[in-house]
Each structure stands twice: as structure tokens, then as C-alpha cells.
């Protein structure tokens, strides 16, 4: 009963917030595996905390689906990432691994997951992410395990953007039940919004051939369209691509009603360093990532990421509690039964390391 109540408030949350929108896309220049990212949340939730967490290898885990009955994802993490949330630890919103694999997640309103019938095991949408930088090293890799496991909410409807370090990316959707894998020349704007790829890719071609036709009336269109034509048209150099990109992230920012972006990044992989700024805050804040730090048999690592996160912050990284990540889960407006959940699950997690 309590698993149905919790649920239950947890759609009447979800039914009554407008759309997110979150803005992702690649660098355009050879060999780079940088891309940036908006991070959007709801206005209605000023509060909402960011930080970045650092994932070890060798931690068993088990997907967490708030009870609901179907067989559940097992899995041991494989290599060290390091993910931003504004949910906690475990449940991403961005990140790469030790090998450059990259992965984003975004809303999809269209999006329909496999019915509970499906017998794969399962995960939440945010850990298909985890999962997969846990596991995985390429976009074949990828394809490979959704084979194997699938995404499951009743609410939560999103879609995937994910690049590996040999610069081949795929954007995935969950359509009517069914796996959607766009990569390759099926997609041919490295870049993700709000709304199905290829309506998304009809609206860029439109805007980069004729420039009158750059404002769809979409916003998730207009988005996409709009970063599609800056990262062809505008992006010049690869030495000014972090310049250039903050500043496309800015022209596609969300500043409400509804939606508001928070937090803007530019994540690189291949140099292991991410550049993040705060909504109302002009300077950035760099991180070089070290994945030595991230070691199951020690307190997991978080660097939370607010208006004083400008400048070299790499030694700004503190242990995760449990309050901590239940505190990020309910800023977000989860009532308490699922930040609870949230809080409680990283902890849980066994490690395998002697």
C-alpha cells in the first residue's frame, strides 16, 4: 500500500509541472570528444542543489524501481566515473567514465519505456546512465546491453545522448514500447533537446539552409535547431570551443516561467576536466577530474556545485552522508517516501574491493 501512495503523489507531482528542458550537444571539431550540456529544472523549485560525485569500480548494485514488480537489474561497476546530479549519487544527469565514454540524459514527453511485462531486468532511467558508464566503453557497448536490460518508469519519461572517446555518439529513445537508436548518418546533429530526433533533425536542416526559419514555434525545436546552427556555423576553432559553447548554452537557456536552466557544462573526457558555471554567475568552475579518488572501500566522494563554485575547485571534494543525498532528492520537490529512497540507496551498495 505504501509503495502505491507513494507513487501515487509522486504522478500528481509530476502531472502538475511543466516540461522540463535540458539542452546537450557535441563539439564539431575532429577528435574532440567535449560537449556541453544545459541543465533545466522547474522554476517552481528555486532551491534545487547540483553537485558532482565520483563512482568507483567493483560496487554491486541492484536497480531501484520504488518497489515496483519485475525482475530488477544486477550489476558490478566495472570502471571509475564521475557524474553530476541534482538528485544525489547513482541517479545522473551527465558524466563519462575512465574509458571517455559520455552520457546525458533529457526529458522526452513522447517517451514509453517497455510495459512491466517485458522480462528483462530492469532499472531507473537515470541509472541506465550509471549502468553504462559503469559498464560500458563504446556506443556498440551500449546497443549491445539493451539487449540484455531496459529503462522502466510509469512517470518518469526521458531520452539519452552519449558519445565514446573514438567521437562516434548515438542519441536513444524509447518510443511506443520500443528502442529508437539514432547514430551514424541517422544522426546527423550530434545535438539533443526535448523532442523525437527526427522531427529535431528536420528542424535544424530547415534553420541552417534558411535562417528565417530558425525560430519554430517548438521551444524544443527552436532549441535544438538554434545549437544545431551555432555548432555548424558559428563554432570556428577547437581552442575556442569552451568559449563558444558556454556562450551557445546561453543563447538556449531557459529563464522561464516553467523551467529554468541551472547549471551550464562543458564536460571533457578525453582531457578528464569539466568546466561548469551557475545560473546568475558569470565565472567558471573547473575540475580536473582524478579518478584515484574514487575508491568503493572510502566514503563516496560528492563536490557540491553552487554560486561560490568558480575557479579551480578540484579540492573541493567532501564525503557523501545520507543526509546529503536526501536533501538533493527532496529540493528537487520528490515527496519524502522517494527521497528517502534516494537518500538510503547509494549506501546500500556492497563492495567487492579487499
Known sequence: MAYFLRISIL???????????????????????????????????????????????????????????????????????????IAGAEFPVSGFNEKGLSMAILELANSAYPPASDQRPAFGPSQLIQYNLDRSETIDDIVASMKTYRPYSSL???????????????????????????????????????????????????????????????????????????????????????????????????????????????????????????????????????FDQADCRQPRMMLPIDEKSTGDISNKWIPLTQEDQTDMAAKMGYPPPNAAAYGRYPFHLTCLSK
Open 156 to 290: 518518469i519519461r526521458m531520452h539519452y545522448f552519449a558519445c565514446d572517446a573514438s567521437g562516434k555518439c548515438a542519441v536513444i529513445q524509447y518510443i511506443k514500447g520500443e528502442a529508437k537508436v539514432y547514430t551514424d548518418k541517422t544522426l546527423p546533429y550530434p545535438v539533443l533537446t526535448n523532442s523525437p530526433y527526427p522531427e529535431s533533425a528536420v528542424a535544424a536542416k530547415a534553420c541552417i539552409d534558411d535562417s528565417y526559419k530558425c525560430t519554430p514555434s517548438d521551444d524544443s525545436l527552436f532549441r535544438f535547431a538554434n545549437a544545431a546552427r551555432i555548432r555548424l556555423q558559428e563554432m570556428k576553432s577547437a581552442s575556442t570551443f569552451e568559449d563558444d559553447a558556454f556562450g551557445a548554452l546561453g543563447e538556449v537557456a531557459q529563464i522561464g516561467p516553467g523551467t529554468i536552466t541551472r547549471f551550464q557544462m562543458v564536460m571533457d573526457p578525453g582531457a578528464r576536466e569539466i568546466k561548469i558555471r551557475v545560473r546568475h554567475v558569470d565565472d567558471v568552475g573547473t575540475v580536473k577530474v582524478n
Open 11 to 85: 504522478g500528481l507531482l509530476i502531472l502538475n509541472l511543466p516540461a522540463q528542458a535540458c539542452t546537450v550537444f557535441k563539439s564539431p571539431f575532429a577528435g574532440d570528444s567535449r560537449y556541453a550540456h544545459n541543465v533545466d529544472w522547474y522554476d517552481n523549485y528555486p532551491n534545487t542543489r547540483g553537485a558532482l560525485f565520483l563512482n568507483p569500480a567493483n560496487l554491486q548494485k541492484t536497480g531501484e524501481l520504488f518497489g515496483a514488480a519485475m525482475p530488477t537489474a544486477q550489476w558490478v561497476s566495472k570502471y571509475r566515473s564521475i557524474t553530476f546530479s
